[in-house]
Nanobody, 126 residues
Framework: QVQLVESGGGLVQAGGSLRLSCAAS????????MGWFRQAPGKERAFAAA???????KYVDSVKGRFTISRDNAKNTVYLQMNSLKTEDAAVYYC????????????????????WGQGTQVTVSS
């Protein structure tokens, strides 16, 4: 059974940093593209960042230069380093797996992703 578990969320002041982790189990995900999404209260789940199986990356414009997605295939884990956090970054952050293999095209639509974690809350105070 595939399971994704996010961790690393918390409360941070604006300008601070957090590092989110997403540990996957039940399958080896080294061949899959993986993404981070976020959902703020009253808003739809939205793309934040993604990494391809080969290490390519893609970011939503609002986090470029501040967030870094990375992966450790040996640990079956994906990370999201978030620096210079803003109040508008506050949300529940989810990691997810794109079930399509063999492509370096990074998709941004939540519906393209199949497996999801339970989410980790990020709160940014002003």
């Amino acid at each position: 059974q595939v399971q994704l578990v996010e961790s690393g969320g918390g409360l941070v002041q604006a300008g601070g940093s957090l590092r989110l982790s997403c540990a996957a189990s039940g399958r080896t995900f080294s061949s899959y593209n993986m993404g981070w999404f976020r959902q703020a209260p009253g808003k739809e789940r939205a793309f934040a960042a993604a990494t391809s199986w080969s290490g390519g990356t893609k970011y939503v414009d609002s986090v470029k230069g501040r967030f870094t997605i990375s992966r450790d295939n040996a640990k079956n884990t994906v990370y999201l380093q978030m620096n210079s956090l803003k109040t508008e970054d506050a949300a529940v952050y989810y990691c997810a797996v794109d079930p399509v293999t063999g492509t370096v095209v990074l998709r941004t639509a939540p519906l393209a992703y199949k497996y999801w974690g339970q989410g980790t809350q990020v709160t940014v105070s002003s």
